[in-house]
Structures are given as C-alpha cells and as structure tokens.
C-alpha cells in the first residue's frame, strides 16, 4: 500500500503583548488570544496565497463554525508571543487551522487551538462541496 504524504503547511509570527491587550493583574486577557489565532489566519493567507480577499473575491466568506482554546500558561505585557499557525488537510469543503503560542523568551507553551471555518457564497448559503479555487490551492500547496 502507498501512502501519499501531505506537506505540512506551517506559518509563524511574532506579537508583542501590548498594554492594552492586559487586565488588571497584568495577564493578556483571555478573550485576545482569539485574536492573536486570526493575526495566525491572516498571515498564513498572506504566505500560502489564501487571503481573505482571495476567498472574498471568489464568492466566499469563511466564518469560523468551531474554535477551541487550551490555555497552559500566561503571557503577560511585553512578553513576545510566537504564534504558530498549521493547515490541517481535509477534503471537506471548510477550512481546519492548528495554532501553538509560545512566549519566545523560554519557547513556554502558552495556547494550544484549533479552529473550522466554512464556506458561505455571498449569498449567505453555506457552499456543500470544496469550491473549485480551493481544490487547485490544494493541488499547489499539498
């Protein structure tokens, strides 16, 4: 039997924790780490040739439908945070991310995430097959 091995498509950036993403006790308030996996997304799009504006452009919007968080440690104001952001291969017609944070100070495990995301037309209907523009990004990257 072969196997067909599926490249791992991985892009990486780097966040300084502002002052005002930090609570009171001086932690990055848990809800920002939301926005540090779509900084992940938003990137990964630039690098891979799958923006927004490319999905947009297409007829499709991909909202995320399911995101989960595993909080290890803290990160606090000016910690530099590593924002590790992995596409996970599906046939499906949605879109699946992997995320790791790390501080990059002691390379800490800080989040551990995984998100979804669907197509939707334009039109606001939720797209049942992969869209076509999709199935040749996979065949270019995969």
Do not use: C
């Not at 992995?86 to 501080?103: C, D």
């Not at 979804?116 to 990257?141: D, K």
Request: net charge negative; aromatic share 14%; charged share 25%.
């Amino acid at each position: 039997m072969t196997q067909t091995r599926v490249a791992k498509l991985t892009n990486v950036i780097r966040h300084q924790v502002p002052f005002f993403e930090v609570d009171a006790i001086q932690m990055v308030w848990h809800g920002n780490y939301v926005k540090y996996l779509e900084l992940g997304r938003e990137a990964f799009g630039r690098q891979f040739g799958l923006a927004y504006m490319r999905i947009f452009e297409n007829g499709y919007v991909v909202p995320v439908v399911d995101l989960h968080l595993s909080y290890k440690k803290n990160a606090r104001l000016d910690d530099v945070l590593r924002i590790e952001t992995t596409y996970v291969p599906t046939e499906a017609a949605k879109l699946m991310f992997e995320y790791a944070v790390y501080r990059d100070s002691d390379n800490e495990l800080i989040l551990t995430a995984s998100s979804t995301q669907l197509f939707v037309t334009n039109e606001g209907e939720f797209e049942l097959s992969t869209p076509e523009f999709i199935r040749q990004w996979r065949a270019q990257w995969l």
